[in-house]
């Protein structure tokens, strides 16, 4: 997950790729006083719906990081997931860390990419 969902004001803007838009936005909803109060105020998720047309770019990232399993079928797909990491088996194994998200991200991964 992003640093920034959870709290945008507490990440430094050069920790962000560079020609994105998310530093410049970062910058802008750090400075803005009004979103600060917003953040306090609510969820995370109901900040960033309220920031999208303000912050579109950061939103578009943060919404579906805060969102795993916006519908039952998603649900049932993640509980399955979870027992499949959690096995006994896999239990001998190191932390599972980030493997739940990755079981239901919908993001295909781009290996070409990465092996570069």
């Avoid at 750090?30 to 609510?42: L, N, V």
């Avoid at 969820?43 to 960033?48: D, E, G």
């Avoid at 190191?94 to 570069?116: N, T, W, Y």
Wanted: glycine letters at 4%; one cysteine or more; proline letters at 8%.
């Amino acid at each position: 997950m992003c640093a920034y969902i959870a709290n945008p004001f507490s990440v430094d803007p050069a920790d962000l790729p560079v020609g994105t838009g998310e530093q410049e936005e970062l910058i802008h909803i750090q400075t803005d006083e009004g979103a600060k109060t917003k953040h306090k105020e609510c969820s995370p998720m109901n900040f960033w719906v309220s920031m999208a047309s303000s912050y579109p770019t950061l939103a578009r990232h943060a919404v579906p990081q805060l969102l795993i399993c916006p519908s039952t079928w998603e649900c049932e797909q993640g509980f399955s997931a979870m027992l499949t990491i959690k096995s006994k088996i896999r239990n001998r194994l190191a932390a599972p860390g980030h493997d739940f998200r990755c079981a239901v991200s919908k993001v295909m991964p781009r290996i070409d990419q990465l092996v570069e």
